[in-house]
């Protein structure tokens, strides 16, 4: 298992770019954990943060031979390496559990009207004022 | 018992179902439907007050009507405020607290049409004979299986003289209810028709679904 990483700034955000690299023969888990000093800013899937990544890091399966390519980013400044492999397991081959809530909207989307339809009150009330009589 | 009234389409019947289920069992009907709400709603907390966490979910069922009713809430800004992904955790509440929830579901393949699945006991899939809602029915019941959520029976509403062989792509059992005066009279006046009409064929129909639905088994709870 070996995991690369590489930065990129831009417009005051760091882009992390890894790849996780699986060379034996079985199923890897493992967990990446963000080494920039600030926050993590994950991947999302209509709005929820898409699948193995939390605030801290990401964990995942990399199939034997494989890799596996990951992407975050933070509006801290780059540091090397930005990423650290914490652990890796061998990866059970337990089927996956039924699909929790969040999996649902991730997969099937957000069923809440977006935030462009719906005017903040104080916008409104100025509105009910302005055409009132 | 959680009971899913799912269906794919709009429009061809899933409140008129919800409503008879809900007068046959006892329930509480919870209207799932977040964003196009239709059951009868009055005054005081909606199912997206619940969600938001601003009410306590059995505070917002109202009881005092000809059947018990969660009310979803019209407003786009109420919907928005809402977590969606609270709504397993507060259907179990309501079941916990009143015995048998009813869940009128949204059309459609969305998060909000799939989330009652991941707890009910049985889905009541409901179409009526059109192709078009036949074909949604299909998708929503392999959402269904994909859930792990039984499909205790397909409702084919409206219908007439003859009906094609749903039985085909979406198996049994079917119950039918015929396209009737007492029917749409009862969806209209937002009543169930095993309530209106309690003689009338659909509710009867209806009546026995319901006693087949009591006898499904439960999902396991963790």
């Not at chain 2, 509440?93 to 009143?98: N, P």
Request: proline share 8%; glycine share 10%.
């Amino acid at each position: 298992m070996d995991c690369t990483a590489s930065t990129e700034t831009a417009g005051g955000v760091t882009f992390v770019s890894v790849i996780v690299a699986n060379q034996t023969a079985t199923p890897r888990r493992f967990r990446i954990e963000n080494r920039l000093d600030g926050p993590l800013w994950a991947p999302r899937v209509q709005g929820v943060l898409a699948a193995g990544w939390d605030e801290s890091g990401f964990e995942g399966v990399v199939a034997a031979n494989a890799t596996r390519a990951l992407g975050y980013a933070s509006p801290a400044d780059p540091v090397d390496p930005p990423v650290e492999l914490v652990s890796t397991d061998a990866a059970d081959d337990s089927t996956d559990p039924l699909p929790g809530a969040t999996d649902i909207v991730r997969s099937l989307g957000d069923p809440r009207p977006p935030a462009d339809v719906v005017a903040p009150s104080y916008l409104t009330a100025a509105d009910s004022e302005a055409s009132g009589p | 018992m959680i009971v899913s009234v799912c269906g794919g389409k709009g429009g061809v019947g899933k409140s008129t179902v919800s409503l008879a289920l809900g007068d046959v069992l006892d329930a509480v009907v919870v209207d799932a439907d977040l964003a196009m709400a239709d059951l009868p709603i009055g005054a005081g907390p909606t199912l997206q007050d619940v969600l938001a966490g601003r009410a306590r979910p059995t505070d917002a069922v109202r009881d005092d009507w000809a059947v018990a009713v969660l009310p979803a809430g019209r407003s786009l800004a109420g919907t928005r405020a809402a977590d969606p992904t609270r709504l397993a955790a507060v259907l179990q509440a309501i079941d916990d607290a009143y015995g048998t929830v009813v869940v009128d579901g949204p059309a459609g393949l969305g998060a909000d049409a799939a989330l009652p699945m991941t707890v009910a006991d049985a889905c009541v899939l409901v179409t009526t004979p059109s192709t078009a809602a036949i074909a949604d029915a299909v998708r929503t019941q392999s959402l269904a299986r994909e859930l792990d959520a039984g499909i205790g029976a397909v409702v084919l509403n409206r219908v007439r003289s003859r009906r094609p062989p749903v039985e085909n792509r979406l198996g049994g059992p079917v119950v039918e209810l015929p396209a009737a005066e007492p029917v749409a009279d009862a969806t209209a006046r937002g009543l169930p028709v095993t309530m209106t009409a309690p003689d009338h064929e659909a509710a009867r129909e209806l009546r026995s679904l319901g006693e087949r639905l009591t006898r499904v088994t439960r999902r396991p709870r963790f």
